[in-house]
């Protein structure tokens, strides 16, 4: 794979699960295209991936995630990270949060990797494999509290890549980031093109 990013994003697992990885990403013909660039070494990134229309979406990021050995950190609802998933989940870098208070849920997640030296803060803004109308702005939120950038990864599902694309600096008009945002995204096609 021809994906780059910097070192300190190494998440070190063990190399069958690299392995593993790579054989899926292979197997359904699936490709990681861009790179994240060495200004972020040592530092803590926003992503969002999007479209988010099907529960297929993380199966090929969990995928890709093993295949490049990222250091990836992602909400999900707290309610899955019960048993073995739950443990599985947490490995890859799931953080489980309480959809229910959104209006502490920004806070819980920095508070979270507060204590993490660097890796990817991976966010899906629709907040839903469900269509809606609105996008949610909480990863803006996140981006200025880290001082960063909000790394634009799509899932096109026709040319079945997933793409680390460009970097977008947030204006503050959260309104017209969604816009634009959701401008780039029009490109690439999803699972369920219904769903978006």
């Known amino acids: 794979m021809n994906f780059?990013?910097?070192?300190?994003?190494?998440?070190?697992r063990p190399k069958p699960f690299q392995w593993l990885g790579k054989v899926l990403m292979k197997l359904s013909g699936w490709k990681i295209k861009g790179q994240?660039?060495?200004?972020?070494?040592?530092?803590?990134?926003?992503?969002?991936?999007?479209?988010?229309?099907?529960?297929?979406?993380a199966v090929v990021?969990?995928?890709a995630i093993a295949a490049v050995d990222l250091k990836v950190y992602f909400i999900g609802k707290h309610t899955v990270?019960?048993?073995?998933?739950?443990?599985?989940?947490?490995y890859m870098g799931g953080i489980p949060v309480?959809?229910?208070?959104?209006?502490?849920?920004?806070?819980?997640?920095?508070?979270?990797?507060?204590?993490?030296?660097?890796?990817l803060i991976g966010l899906a803004p629709e907040g839903t494999?469900?269509?809606?109308?609105?996008?949610?702005?909480?990863?803006?939120?996140?981006?200025?509290?880290?001082?960063?950038?909000?790394?634009?990864?799509?899932?096109d599902f026709l040319k079945k890549e997933l793409v680390f694309g460009k970097e977008f600096m947030p204006t503050g008009d959260?309104?017209?980031?969604i816009l634009s945002i959701r401008e780039?995204?029009?490109?690439?096609?999803?699972?369920?093109?219904a769903n978006f």
């Open 4 to 12: 780059k990013f910097p070192n300190s994003y190494k998440a070190n």
């Open 36 to 57: 994240i660039s060495d200004l972020y070494e040592n530092k803590k990134f926003v992503a969002i991936v999007a479209p988010h229309t099907s529960n297929w979406d």
């Open 61 to 63: 990021g969990l995928a």
């Open 81 to 90: 990270f019960t048993g073995i998933l739950g443990k599985f989940m947490k």
């Open 98 to 119: 309480d959809r229910s208070k959104p209006g502490g849920l920004i806070k819980d997640l920095l508070r979270q990797v507060e204590d993490k030296k660097n890796g």
């Open 129 to 155: 494999r469900s269509k809606v109308g609105e996008w949610k702005t909480g990863f803006l939120r996140i981006a200025r509290e880290l001082n960063s950038g909000v790394v634009l990864v799509s899932l």
């Open 174 to 177: 959260d309104k017209q980031d």
């Open 184 to 193: 780039y995204y029009n490109t690439f096609t999803p699972k369920n093109p």
